[in-house]
């Protein structure tokens, strides 16, 4: 197995997707999303939206965070908060409102435009398997919402999994037509009741240091697979004191699963027992290289 | 119009979208060891992790 540095893209680099001529797609906190080609350059893509209707202006992107790539080359990327920067996560988890949104950015103009608001803290970035709906994880809400993106449901938006036991991070495809999302920490009850207090938040944020908030527990997770129904097939877990805490990310290649943390500074690597081992992420997007 | 009285119901009973239940961890979501388990396949460099903005700014926090 080799590993090679590429370029430096001057931002924290989230999500990512190979595109069909092999370049790759990249979101880029504070930054928004990059193309890195094959021959090493690095394009901006889309680093603003079309402004709401708000005073403040909130066309730039934040903080792009995941994103996937659809048949027709429209590339859905998720903001999860437009009023918070990526290092102040804590403030939106305590603010729990939906400021995050989904944005399209559409190649065949070079045009963003945000197709989906009031996500709360909107993540993971999933088109799926029939390309006709994109899913996106709410964290904070524990939930994934569904936007259809062609076909007769077209523009409807919809609650795909509720009620998740914990906050749902980046969403990628298995090799088995199903779907894996990364748990990044579990709900806890104490935190889930302050969530339906805003006064009691409030008041903890004015008069409680920052050190003492209430923090959402985020040092154990999982990794869950579910089908294209939104049932949940099976979960991987960890612990706070395992190689792997806090998994953010996990993408299957080759009847393996590699799996990733935000705050990790390590890969990981689980054999998948059954999966094919010649299934490939890019082969199933793209079909076979030419 | 049936959503937003379903919204109401559910906020007053605490139940739906507004239910406060964490799920049981029973069927699917069975405890295992799959991810502690994990084989490492690459490690990164600590100097160059803690050089990164978002320790940077934490680090920064902290001594205010």
């Known amino acids: ?290 | 119009m049936i959503g937003s009285l379903r919204n109401l119901w559910d906020n007053f009973r605490g139940s739906g979208a507004m239910a406060l239940t964490v799920p049981p961890m029973d069927g699917a979501f069975r405890p295992n060891t799959a991810i502690e388990t994990a084989q490492v396949v690459t490690k990164g460099d600590h100097r160059t992790m803690s050089s990164s903005r978002e320790e940077a700014h934490s680090i920064r926090m902290a001594r205010e």
């Open chain 1, 1 to 290: 197995m080799c590993f090679r540095r590429s370029s430096p893209l001057g931002g924290r680099p989230l999500g990512l997707q190979v595109d069909k001529d092999g370049s790759i797609v990249v979101c880029v906190a504070g930054m928004g999303l990059y193309r890195l080609t094959k021959a090493r350059e690095i394009l901006p893509l889309s680093v603003q939206t079309n402004r709401s209707f708000s005073i403040i202006d909130d066309s730039r992107v934040r903080y792009a965070d995941d994103m996937d790539i659809a048949p027709d080359q429209k590339i859905y990327y998720s903001d999860p908060t437009k009023r918070y920067e990526a290092s102040e996560w804590l403030t939106d988890a305590l603010e729990g409102r939906g400021n995050g949104r989904l944005i399209c950015y559409d190649p065949a103009d070079g045009s963003s435009r945000t197709v989906m608001t009031e996500l709360v803290f909107a993540n993971g970035v999933c088109v799926m398997w029939d390309a006709q709906s994109v899913l996106v994880a709410e964290t904070w809400a524990a939930r994934i919402t569904r936007l259809w993106i062609a076909g007769p449901n077209k523009g409807k938006r919809e609650t795909f999994i509720r009620d998740l036991p914990g906050y749902p991070d980046n969403i990628n495809r298995s090799s088995d037509g199903n779907y894996w999302v990364a748990l990044v920490g579990m709900r806890s009850p104490a935190l889930d009741l302050s969530l339906s207090m805003p006064d009691f938040r409030k008041r903890m944020v004015r008069r409680v240091a920052p050190d003492n908030w209430l923090l959402p527990n985020m040092f154990t997770g999982s990794l869950v697979k579910f089908n294209a129904d939104g049932k949940i097939l099976d979960t991987l877990w960890d612990a706070a004191d395992g190689a792997h805490p806090q998994i953010t990310s996990a993408r299957e290649h080759k009847g393996k699963l590699f799996i990733g943390g935000i705050h990790n500074d390590r890969i990981g690597l689980i054999d998948l027992e059954g999966a094919d081992p010649r299934w490939s992420d890019y082969e199933a997007y793209w079909g076979k290289k030419t």
